[in-house]
């Protein structure tokens, strides 16, 4: 054994066939390193102009070189493809993410832009039947105005008419009462009649308004009872509602206590009708 060893390492030295083989072995080992550092950076300049992560799968992750002669993976760009597959699955949440075209965005936009008109259609019709609605509540209300405006003055028309009326009536009134008073004056004997006021001027002036024992007599005939200012009349004539007529006051100086009850006249009356004509006769004369 040991001679043949012997043998075979002097063969080997002698035979220069072997190391050729391992020297020629060398060399293409060392072509193909070189050349698959090109390729990975050429592939990693093509990866990073496309603006992507260049795909690849398990079969081309080694250089396709006989399988006597395997090379190594590069380890370096394998680690930056699979950062960067990271940081894109990391941006997308890991699902692929399809972003839309021209075309999608385009109509997307135009059925933005038909529901914003439609809207503001819908809007503008609402304005608009708001305004009729308005509108037609204005001119009710005008119609109403006016139609009250107009009974009212239909109605102010009627009471100026009643109003006249009775006016008229009332003048008729006082005319026909004055023409009476003064046929019951008309025999008066105005001396006399001086002569019976001396009874009544301890109390009563009738030329000024000014009050003594009782009220003033100033325009006596035709003025309402009680409404001499300044005296303070009797619940009897203050409930009294009438004016001082010719026959009234007859009635009255003929018996105050019979005529209005519960008078605090301190007079006892005239019982003669012709002195009671005469003195009033004489005030009418006097009458301011």
């Known amino acids: 054994m040991d001679a043949w060893l012997a043998q075979l390492r002097k063969i080997a030295l002698n035979d220069q066939t072997p190391r050729l083989i391992l020297i020629g072995a060398t060399v293409v080992l060392f072509l193909v390193v070189i050349i698959d550092a090109f390729g990975a950076r050429d592939r990693a300049v093509v990866s990073r102009e496309a603006g992507g992560i260049a795909r690849f799968t398990d079969d081309d992750s080694d250089v396709t070189v006989p399988s006597v002669y395997r090379v190594p993976r590069d380890f370096a760009s394998e ?27 385009a109509e997307a936009e135009d059925i933005a832009e038909a529901e914003a008109e ?66 019951l004056l008309a025999n008066a004997d105005i001396a006399n009649g001086e002569s019976v006021w001396r009874q009544c001027r301890s109390c009563h002036v009738y030329d000024a308004e000014r009050n003594q024992g009782g009220p003033h007599l100033v325009n006596i005939i035709g ?6 200012d300044g005296w303070r009349y009797s619940s009897a004539l203050q409930d009294y509602d009438g004016v001082w007529t010719v026959e009234a006051l007859l009635e009255w100086l003929e018996n105050p206590d019979s005529y209005i009850p519960g008078n605090q006249m301190a007079f006892r009356g005239l019982r003669d009708e012709q002195d009671r004509i005469d003195v009033l006769g004489y005030l009418n004369e006097n009458a301011q």
């Open 223 to 228: 003025r309402e009872v009680a409404i001499a």
């Open 118 to 183: 439609l809207e503001a259609e819908e809007e503008m019709a609402e304005a608009e039947a708001a305004e009729e609605e308005a509108a037609e509540a204005e001119a009710a209300e005008a119609e109403a105005a006016e139609a009250e405006a107009a009974e009212a003055e239909v109605a102010e028309a009627e009471a100026t008419e009643e109003e006249a009326e009775t006016a008229a009536e009332d003048s008729a009134t006082e005319a026909a009462v004055a023409e009476d008073d003064l046929a």
């Open 79 to 105: 680690s930056l493809r699979e950062a960067r597959l990271a940081q894109a699955e990391e941006e997308t949440n890991g699902e692929g993410v399809d972003l839309p075209d021209e075309e999608e965005i």
